[in-house]
């Protein structure tokens, strides 16, 4: 089946660095997806693309959609303690509604 | 509004045991979905939803089942309950099928 791999597994930052992460596929989507999970919940949407070659920003936070439509990319600014957590990329089969979650990235920000 | 609500949030049942994880959402949402999430790894989808009536296999059904026969309501049921199905149990919602948002999940251990 379709799997999203994503780099790098876990990251240990200072505060106030940048951060960058990635998701790939051997497939192509039409829309990708970043959400983040905080320990004990479910996870939160933080930016949805939906074209490809499209930059977005949510605050600190900007992700892209890769012009082959088989990668994304997530980079967060000047990182706080409270972006601790997992990332994960995700996206629908194409066609579907099908969701394939990525493996996660998981961050933790050192004060 | 609650959002998505899920009960129980603990579980433990023994082998062969059958069950009912209940998923409420107060947001008129069409699309609503399961998954589970095994310790540290992302999101695999069981089953979904596209509206009351409607439902469909996600990546990983075997050994669970869904109804919908209201647009609140998507309860997901295990018979016969094995240890492989040991996982947190995460219900979301959606209007337009990616902005999912999810409930504070079910934690289910099977001995």
């Known amino acids: 089946g379709q799997q999203l791999n994503q780099s790098p597994q876990s990251m240990f930052i200072q505060e106030g660095e940048d951060v960058s992460m990635n998701c790939t596929s051997s497939s192509i989507f039409n829309t990708w997806l970043w959400y983040k999970q905080e320990p004990g919940e479910g996870p939160v949407l933080l930016i949805a693309l939906y074209k490809a070659g499209e930059l977005t920003s949510n605050g600190r936070l900007t992700a892209q959609f890769g012009i082959t439509r088989k990668d994304s990319f997530l980079n967060i600014s000047a990182s706080i303690p409270s972006d601790v957590g997992i990332y994960f990329c995700a996206g629908p089969t194409l066609g579907t509604y099908k969701y394939i979650f990525g493996t996660g990235t998981r961050l933790k920000v050192l004060a | 509004n609650a959002g998505v609500t899920q009960t129980p949030k603990f579980r433990i049942l023994k082998i062969g045991q059958s069950m009912t994880l209940q998923c409420t959402q107060d947001m008129n949402h069409n699309y609503m979905y399961w998954y589970r999430q095994d310790p540290g790894m992302g999101l695999k989808l069981i089953y979904y939803?596209?509206?009351?009536?409607?439902?469909d296999k996600g990546e990983v059904p075997n050994g669970y089942n869904v109804s919908r026969s209201t647009t609140e309501d998507f309860p997901l049921r295990l018979e016969l309950a094995a240890p492989s199905q040991t996982s947190v149990y995460f219900c979301?919602?959606?209007?337009?099928?990616?902005?999912?948002?999810f409930g504070p999940g079910t934690r289910l251990t099977v001995l």
């Open positions: 939803s596209v509206g009351a009536g409607i439902t």
């Open positions: 979301a919602s959606s209007y337009d099928s990616d902005t999912q948002y």
